[in-house]
């Protein structure tokens, strides 16, 4: 039979700000266990939750860059479970109200067109502690700086038809709430996290089969791992006649498999209710505008702006807007050097593959984009060639001169890189070349007229290295010029 | 609305309070007698309430988002009943 993929996303963001949603603890990452969480996050008798006013705001961005209805009035709820590392009992979260209503987001796909994926809701709310499992004889360690970081939890429509659709869509939302400040989006320390719904229909189905949810995936690859896992222990069951168990299941990665999680005896009721310690929260237009008024330009726009206004390639334009620190270093060397085609290569070549090779973002690269706008702006008035420029460009990498623009045009002095296109001073170096050379010269002159170009290559290594920072173009006219009127 | 043994034992479990079989009959009656008080609200008319999220006729005020509190751990951990290594210790759960 043939089986439709149905896949819906539950992604959660922690949202970057100093303060936890409904305290003022720090949300820092890393401190020690414990240091973070204050009388509110302990949940201890009598403390009263007060509201984090960056929070709602991060929200409503979300909200505005995803098109969505903004909830002006939303409402917290509690949702009731016991667990060690929620000491409250309840979660602080939105049901029937939240923050941010139906919107969508247009992801890309692989044959270069676009799909819309409606997002049905995205509401705050905070996060649990962290339990530690090994090292405490026999119990289990609660770690309650994370209990009370706010979050916000965006819920897709079940409208992903492969796992390859899911990872796009969790990498442009990761690209959006990147782009718009309010999640650091650094999935190794679990700022993003992403639940997958997974079920499958007979093709033409109408009606929805049976789903899991994978909960907690957290990198771009293994949401795309653990629900191709998931289609296939699905399609094996439902091939074989039988019937899929709703349930929550947790991907292996090691294994590449997914099992079930502990089912518990009693199913969840969370008795869900409004919060009696916190009130509505009222937003009006003028709110809504203002925050509107700060959204920066996203991913989709700065794409087709740096394709239409630019010339770059659609490949190029989707790689460098992808992500807002890269986009922003690019766009700085381009307008430095005013070419944004010659900044596109130079960002996707020699400055990809350093941040390949030493394991690095762009923000702790060692050459600044101030820096690189000067080297291009170097090779585009000829003062440097392309292997002068690379030169400056890795000397920088090893941490040479200092982070200003000026230190570029020292290091070129210093590293004697001027390229010399005074046809005078090369005609010397390129005769000298010839004298010193005859054996070569004769060779040359033997060579028959249709191979020649190839020839003329030794001659032209000989120039750069008598004379670094020689303009290639200048040697080539020169040779041949010179070689042609020895025969 | 009335409720069966079963249901009481279930809530019993969501609630975590241990209750004793002989008592399960007066949680019963009790329980589904506060449920039928319940029941008498949804005889009102409520056609054209707006639904009450809050009994004051208040907004939520916002605080400026800034760390204003210290660690105090010690000070907390002084009333848990075990800790290690800054950690709260608690009986081993697993998923």
Redesign the interface.
């Known amino acids: 039979m043939e089986w439709e993929v149905v896949i819906g996303l539950e992604i959660h963001a922690q949202l970057a700000t100093q303060s936890k949603i409904f305290s003022g603890a720090s949300t820092a990452y890393g401190a020690d266990a414990n240091t973070q969480a204050c009388a509110v996050d302990l949940g201890l008798p009598g403390v009263l939750p007060v509201f984090n006013e960056e929070a709602l705001r991060m929200a409503v961005k979300f909200g505005l860059a995803i098109d969505a209805e903004i909830g002006k009035k939303s409402v917290f709820d509690r949702k009731n479970y016991f667990y060690p590392d929620l000491p409250k009992g309840y979660q602080t979260t939105q049901l029937h109200h939240p923050i941010v209503g139906i919107g969508h987001i247009d992801i890309e796909l692989d044959d270069g067109t676009t799909k819309r994926i409606n997002v049905t809701r995205a509401h705050l709310e905070e996060d649990a502690g962290k339990s530690v499992h090994e090292g405490f004889d026999g119990m289990s360690g609660i770690d309650l700086n994370r209990a009370g970081t706010p979050l916000i939890e965006i819920v897709s429509e079940p409208e992903m038809r492969s796992a390859k659709e899911a990872a796009a869509y969790f990498r442009k939302m990761h690209s959006i709430v990147t782009y718009l400040g309010i999640c650091d989006g650094d999935l190794s320390q679990g700022s993003m996290r992403c639940d997958c719904n997974v079920s499958l229909r007979p093709k033409g189905q109408e009606e929805f089969g049976t789903r899991t949810e994978i909960k907690n995936v957290n990198s771009f690859r293994n949401v795309e791992r653990a629900i191709e896992a998931e289609i296939a222990r699905q399609m094996d069951i439902l091939e074989d006649g039988g019937s899929i168990v709703q349930e929550t299941r947790l991907y292996d990665a090691d294994k590449n498999e997914t099992r079930a999680m502990r089912s518990k005896e009693v199913a969840n009721d969370y008795r869900y209710f409004p919060c009696p310690d916190l009130l509505p929260v009222i937003i009006d237009d003028n709110y809504i505008e203002a925050v509107r008024s700060t959204l920066p330009e996203l991913p989709d726009a700065k794409r087709a702006r740096f394709v239409k206004d630019h010339g770059l390639s659609t490949v190029d334009a989707a790689v460098l807007a992808s992500d807002r620190s890269l986009a922003d270093y690019f766009e700085t060397v381009a307008h430095a050097a005013n070419d944004y085609k010659l900044a596109a290569n130079w960002v996707q070549g020699d400055v990809s593959a350093a941040l390949n090779r030493l394991e690095i973002g762009i923000a702790q690269l060692p050459v600044s984009a101030e820096q690189l706008g000067r080297i291009l702006q170097l090779i585009k008035d000829n003062t440097l060639n392309n292997g002068g420029a690379k030169e400056v460009f890795n000397a920088l990498l090893e941490g040479k001169g200092d982070d200003t623009a000026a230190s570029v045009d020292a290091l070129v002095d210093s590293l004697g890189l001027k390229q010399v296109s005074d046809t005078g001073a090369i005609e010397a170096i390129v005769a000298q070349v010839l004298a010193d050379n005859p054996k070569l010269v004769e060779g040359y002159l033997n060579t028959p007229e249709d191979k020649r170009a190839k020839a003329i290559g030794p001659f032209i290594g000989l120039t750069r290295k008598a004379a670094k920072g020689v303009n290639p173009q200048v040697v080539m006219d020169v040779l041949k010029k010179k070689l042609s009127e020895l025969g | 609305m009335a409720l069966d043994q079963n249901q009481v034992r ?1 809530i019993a ?2 609630a ?1 309070l241990q209750i004793d079989e002989t008592q399960l009959d007066d949680y019963q009656k009790n329980l589904s007698n506060i449920l039928d008080l319940v029941d008498q609200l949804a005889a009102a008319d409520t056609a054209n309430v707006e639904p009450l ?2 009994p ?1 006729d ?12 210290s ?3 010690e000070h ?2 002084q009333i848990a009943p ?1 800790t ?12």
């Open positions: 279930d479990e969501l975590r999220a809050h004051l208040a907004v939520q005020r916002l605080r400026a988002d800034q760390v204003s509190e660690n105090q751990r907390f951990q075990a290690s290594e800054g950690y709260y210790l608690v009986p081993r759960v697993v998923e």
